[in-house]
C-alpha cells in the first residue's frame, strides 16, 4: 500500500510539473489563441524583409482598444530600417550608425498597429486597425492585423551569423492574461497575386502561439450575475464582494459620476486603459448581467437580458455574453442581439453566444442611463426536459468578454411557490364546505 501511494503522489507531482502548459484551456473554446506568423519574404545574409501578422483565433474573445502592443527581442544587433503599417513605439540610440537613421535601434522594440486613416502610403493589406481584433465569431474579416519591415544588422560583426535570418525571442503582446510561446519553425506561407493566377512563397515561416489565462488577467472576477423570475417576488442580487469588497486596497467606487476624479473626466492616453471606477455596490463588479424569466405561454417561455456597466471610466466596445443553458438549443427568436451557437459537446447545443448589432448596440456605454444594453429572447417548450422547478430555468454559466462571471449559489435561485402551501390553503376551504354539506344531509 505504501509504495502505491508513493507511485500516486510522484505521478501527481509530474502531472502538475506540466500545469504552466494548460493553464488557459477553455473548454468552450479549446483550439482559441492570438498566432503571431513571422515570414521572411525577401532578403539577403544579415538583411531581410519581414511580414509580420496576427491572427485572433479565438471565438468570442476579442482585443479591444487600445490594442495590442507587439514586442520581442532581438537575437543580435539587428536593427529596423523601416516599417509600413505599423510602427515602433521608440526610435532608441542609433549614434553607432551613419547616414540615414533607422526606424528603431531598439534591442527590444515595441509595435503599435496605424489608425484607421493612415495615408495609404504608409499602409499594407490588412493593416491600420488600431491594435483591435474581432473574434472568429463577431466579424470573421476583422480578426487579423499585418505590417511589413526591412530588418538590418547593426555592424559588420553580426552579418556573420549562423543563421542568415535569425529570429527574434521573447515575444509578447502587451494585453493582460494573454502568455507568449517560443517561435516555432513551420511550412512556408504561400502568397497569390494576379487575381490568382500566380503563387509565391516565403523564404522561411515562424508561428508564435499566445494564450489566454482568465487567472494571470485578474486577479478578481470582472462580471456577476443576477437572477428573477415572474413566479416569484424574490430578486437573487450578485454575491457580495464578487468582484471587489469596498473599503479594501485597490476597490476604487464612487456613487455619482459628478464625483469622478477631473483625470478620469479627459480623454486617456490611446495606449493606455483607463483604471476600473465602479459604482458603489454590495458586489463591486464593472459588469452585471441580470436574467429575467419573463413569461410562460402555453409552448414558449420568454426571458430578459439586461448587461449593465457599472464602470465609469469605460466603454466596452464589441462586447460578447456566452452562456450554458440546457434549452438553448431550442432558441427561438433573440430580439436586439446577434447570437449564434458554439455547439462545443456535440449534438448537445447548450452553450451560446450574444453580441450587439453594429452602430445599434456593440458599444456598452459607461455607468450612467445609457449604460446599459438588453435583450428578450424566446425558447421552445421541450416537453421532455422544461420545468420552471428547482432552478431549470436558470444558465449554469455565464462570461462576458471572454472572462466567466461570479453565479448565485445555487440554493438562492428564485423557486416556484411551494405546492404544500397551496394544498393546505385548499384544505382550510374544502373542509368547512363538507361539513356544511353533512350537517345539510
Given at each position: 500500500?505504501?509504495?502505491?501511494?508513493?507511485?500516486?503522489?510522484?505521478?501527481?507531482?509530474?502531472?502538475?510539473?506540466?500545469?504552466?502548459?494548460?493553464?488557459?484551456?477553455?473548454?468552450?473554446?479549446?483550439?482559441?489563441?492570438?498566432?503571431?506568423?513571422?515570414?521572411?519574404?525577401?532578403?539577403?545574409?544579415?538583411?531581410?524583409?519581414?511580414?509580420?501578422?496576427?491572427?485572433?483565433?479565438?471565438?468570442?474573445?476579442?482585443?479591444?482598444?487600445?490594442?495590442?502592443?507587439?514586442?520581442?527581442?532581438?537575437?543580435?544587433?539587428?536593427?529596423?530600417?523601416?516599417?509600413?503599417?505599423?510602427?515602433?513605439?521608440?526610435?532608441?540610440?542609433?549614434?553607432?550608425?551613419?547616414?540615414?537613421?533607422?526606424?528603431?535601434?531598439?534591442?527590444?522594440?515595441?509595435?503599435?498597429?496605424?489608425?484607421?486613416?493612415?495615408?495609404?502610403?504608409?499602409?499594407?493589406?490588412?493593416?491600420?486597425?488600431?491594435?483591435?481584433?474581432?473574434?472568429?465569431?463577431?466579424?470573421?474579416?476583422?480578426?487579423?492585423?499585418?505590417?511589413?519591415?526591412?530588418?538590418?544588422?547593426?555592424?559588420?560583426?553580426?552579418?556573420?551569423?549562423?543563421?542568415?535570418?535569425?529570429?527574434?525571442?521573447?515575444?509578447?503582446?502587451?494585453?493582460?492574461?494573454?502568455?507568449?510561446?517560443?517561435?516555432?519553425?513551420?511550412?512556408?506561407?504561400?502568397?497569390?497575386?494576379?487575381?490568382?493566377?500566380r503563387w509565391t512563397q516565403a523564404v522561411g515561416t515562424w508561428n508564435v502561439t499566445c494564450i489566454y489565462s482568465q487567472i494571470r488577467a485578474s486577479l478578481t472576477p470582472k462580471c456577476c450575475v443576477s437572477l428573477s423570475a415572474f413566479y416569484n417576488a424574490t430578486i437573487v442580487?450578485?454575491?457580495?464582494?464578487?468582484?471587489?469588497?469596498?473599503?479594501?486596497?485597490?476597490?476604487?467606487?464612487?456613487?455619482?459620476?459628478?464625483?469622478?476624479?477631473?483625470?478620469?473626466?479627459?480623454?486617456?492616453?490611446?495606449?493606455?486603459?483607463?483604471?476600473?471606477?465602479?459604482?458603489?455596490?454590495?458586489?463591486?463588479?464593472?459588469?452585471?448581467?441580470?436574467?429575467?424569466?419573463?413569461?410562460?405561454?402555453?409552448?414558449?417561455?420568454?426571458?430578459?437580458?439586461?448587461?449593465?456597466?457599472?464602470?465609469?471610466?469605460?466603454?466596452?466596445?464589441?462586447?460578447?455574453?456566452?452562456?450554458?443553458?440546457?434549452?438553448?438549443?431550442?432558441?427561438?427568436?433573440?430580439?436586439?442581439?446577434?447570437?449564434?451557437?458554439?455547439?462545443?459537446?456535440?449534438?448537445?447545443?447548450?452553450?451560446?453566444?450574444?453580441?450587439?448589432?453594429?452602430?445599434?448596440?456593440?458599444?456598452?456605454?459607461?455607468?450612467?442611463?445609457?449604460?446599459?444594453?438588453?435583450?428578450?429572447?424566446?425558447?421552445?417548450?421541450?416537453?421532455?426536459?422544461?420545468?420552471?422547478?428547482?432552478?431549470?430555468?436558470?444558465?449554469?454559466?455565464?462570461?462576458?468578454?471572454?472572462?466567466?462571471?461570479?453565479?448565485?449559489?445555487?440554493?438562492?435561485?428564485?423557486?416556484?411557490?411551494?405546492?404544500?402551501?397551496?394544498?393546505?390553503?385548499?384544505?382550510?376551504?374544502?373542509?368547512?364546505?363538507?361539513?356544511?354539506?353533512?350537517?345539510?344531509?
Amino acid at each position: 500500500m505504501g509504495l502505491v501511494l508513493m507511485l500516486g503522489l510522484i505521478m501527481t507531482l509530474y502531472l502538475a510539473s506540466f500545469a504552466p502548459l494548460s493553464y488557459g484551456y477553455d473548454p468552450l473554446d479549446p483550439t482559441g489563441n492570438i498566432t503571431i506568423k513571422w515570414d521572411i519574404i525577401q532578403g539577403d545574409v544579415g538583411n531581410y524583409v519581414a511580414k509580420v501578422s496576427l491572427f485572433n483565433y479565438q471565438l468570442f474573445r476579442h482585443v479591444e482598444p487600445p490594442g495590442w502592443r507587439l514586442s520581442w527581442t532581438w537575437e543580435g544587433d539587428e536593427v529596423i530600417w523601416n516599417m509600413v503599417g505599423a510602427e515602433a513605439t521608440l526610435q532608441g540610440n542609433c549614434s553607432r550608425l551613419k547616414g540615414n537613421l533607422p526606424h528603431s535601434c531598439e534591442k527590444k522594440p515595441v509595435i503599435v498597429d496605424l489608425l484607421p486613416g493612415t495615408p495609404y502610403n504608409m499602409q499594407v493589406a490588412n493593416c491600420c486597425k488600431g491594435g483591435v481584433l474581432s473574434s472568429m465569431i463577431q466579424d470573421p474579416s476583422k480578426y487579423g492585423a499585418s505590417f511589413q519591415m526591412s530588418v538590418g544588422v547593426g555592424s559588420t560583426s553580426d552579418t556573420e551569423t549562423k543563421s542568415p535570418y535569425p529570429i527574434p525571442a521573447n515575444f509578447t503582446i502587451e494585453l493582460p492574461g494573454y502568455t507568449c510561446g517560443p517561435p516555432l519553425k513551420v511550412p512556408p506561407s504561400r502568397f497569390t497575386s494576379d487575381g490568382g493566377r500566380r503563387w509565391t512563397q516565403a523564404v522561411g515561416t515562424w508561428n508564435v502561439t499566445c494564450i489566454y489565462s482568465q487567472i494571470r488577467a485578474s486577479l478578481t472576477p470582472k462580471c456577476c450575475v443576477s437572477l428573477s423570475a415572474f413566479y416569484n417576488a424574490t430578486i437573487v442580487p450578485c454575491p457580495t464582494c464578487s468582484c471587489h469588497c469596498q473599503g479594501l486596497p485597490g476597490a476604487s467606487c464612487t456613487n455619482s459620476s459628478s464625483k469622478l476624479p477631473p483625470l478620469l473626466q479627459l480623454p486617456h492616453d490611446a495606449t493606455e486603459e483607463a483604471p476600473p471606477l465602479v459604482s458603489c455596490t454590495q458586489h463591486m463588479c464593472p459588469i452585471k448581467v441580470h436574467w429575467h424569466v419573463k413569461q410562460s405561454y402555453r409552448e414558449y417561455w420568454r426571458v430578459k437580458i439586461t448587461i449593465t456597466n457599472f464602470n465609469f471610466a469605460k466603454n466596452y466596445s464589441q462586447w460578447s455574453l456566452v452562456m450554458q443553458h440546457p434549452n438553448l438549443g431550442s432558441l427561438t427568436e433573440v430580439f436586439s442581439f446577434n447570437y449564434k451557437p458554439l455547439n462545443q459537446h456535440g449534438p448537445i447545443n447548450d452553450t451560446g453566444m450574444f453580441w450587439g448589432i453594429q452602430f445599434y448596440n456593440d458599444m456598452l456605454l459607461q455607468s450612467g442611463d445609457g449604460g446599459n444594453v438588453q435583450t428578450e429572447i424566446l425558447l421552445n417548450k421541450d416537453a421532455g426536459m422544461f420545468t420552471f422547478r428547482e432552478g431549470w430555468a436558470f444558465p449554469r454559466k455565464i462570461s462576458f468578454d471572454g472572462n466567466e462571471c461570479v453565479m448565485p449559489s445555487p440554493e438562492d435561485y428564485p423557486r416556484l411557490p411551494n405546492s404544500a402551501n397551496t394544498t393546505f390553503r385548499f384544505t382550510l376551504l374544502i373542509i368547512p364546505c363538507l361539513l356544511i354539506l353533512m350537517f345539510l344531509l
